[in-house]
């Protein structure tokens, strides 16, 4: 016999059960099957290894020398894979991580890109949490975030990602060219900005493109990006958006962009709470988002 041909673990369970309850009937009861099952199984276990290993007496069953010696190694055996698994069981927390990111960085910017990042970190198993609202991070709630701003960030370890950049995009199915094209179109809008401050609003767009006249009071209204940028792909406007998030929208052609003037944003930052920065999966974690969202 090879250190391979090993008998059927089933097999081993109903024997080391047996043998240590020193009964089917008890046995089956552990295992949740009947005991004639438990019989059957140490009886092919008996055969597979050509040695009998238990006396069996009409209420009770005895290990013979040969039963011993096997039980003596079940018993090692499945103890020490009862502590893997426990040990396995708590790794899990080490591979299951929450991240924040706004709805629209994650529904635009993430979401196509998960493929990717699966195949770069298949270990790793990513719960995505969509809120506009600054999570606290802490180990066993959310863990990561993506935040946007200037930073410093209070009680967070940050690691900087990208400058963003607003303009104003649009389905080329408009075919916008010129400023009187614009202001034939609707604009849509995005109320609420927290950052950047001051709003990348179309007022301060036209300042910035020394655009006058432009109704800039009509138009659609939305209070977050993701619904803006799904508008102005659908062809329902012109919407001033993020350049990083709208960046899969503008390379396959679905949006363009018909006008130089920019607006500056804030930065992109990967966090994470204080506690985990050095874990492997977070390390891996963060210089994906790094290579994913570096310039060029």
Not at 145 to 155: E, L, N, Q
Not at 204 to 214: I, K, M, P
Not at 226 to 233: F, G, M, S, T, Y
Not at 265 to 291: I, M, T
Request: aromatic fraction near 6%; glycine fraction near 8%; proline fraction near 8%.
């Amino acid at each position: 016999m090879s250190a391979f041909d090993l008998p059927p673990l089933g097999a081993l369970r109903a024997f080391e059960a047996t043998a240590r309850l020193a009964s089917f009937k008890g046995a089956a009861a552990e295992l949740f099957v009947t005991p004639t099952a438990i019989s059957h199984q140490v009886r092919q276990l008996e055969t597979h290894l050509g040695v009998r290993l238990l006396d069996r007496g009409p209420r009770r069953v005895a290990l013979t020398p040969e039963g011993r010696i096997l039980h003596d190694a079940a018993t090692t055996s499945f103890a020490e894979i009862g502590r893997a698994v426990g040990r396995l069981r708590r790794a899990p927390a080490e591979t299951i991580l929450t991240l924040s990111a706004t709805p629209a960085f994650l529904g635009q910017w993430l979401v196509p890109r998960l493929a990717d990042l699966q195949a770069r970190l298949p270990d790793l198993e990513l719960r995505l949490q969509g809120s506009g609202q600054v999570a606290e991070l802490r180990p066993g709630g959310v863990e990561l975030a993506i935040r946007y701003g200037r930073g410093p960030f209070p009680d967070v370890a940050t690691t900087p990602l990208c400058e963003d950049v607003f303009a104003p995009v649009c389905s080329p199915s408009l075919d916008l060219r010129t400023i009187e094209d614009l202001a034939r179109a609707r604009l849509i809008h995005i109320d609420g900005w927290v950052v950047p401050r001051p709003a990348p609003d179309w007022r301060r767009w036209c300042d910035a493109a020394r655009v006058t006249g432009l109704n800039i009071d009509g138009g659609v209204r939305f209070t977050d990006s993701l619904h803006a940028i799904q508008a102005a792909v659908a062809g329902q406007g012109v919407a001033i958006v993020s350049l990083v998030i709208a960046a899969d929208a503008l390379r396959t052609g679905a949006l363009v962009t018909p006008f130089a003037t920019t607006l500056p944003g804030e930065a992109y930052h990967f966090a994470c709470a204080p506690a985990l920065s050095d874990r492997p999966h977070v390390a891996a974690l963060r210089q994906w988002f790094v290579d994913a969202l570096r310039p060029g």
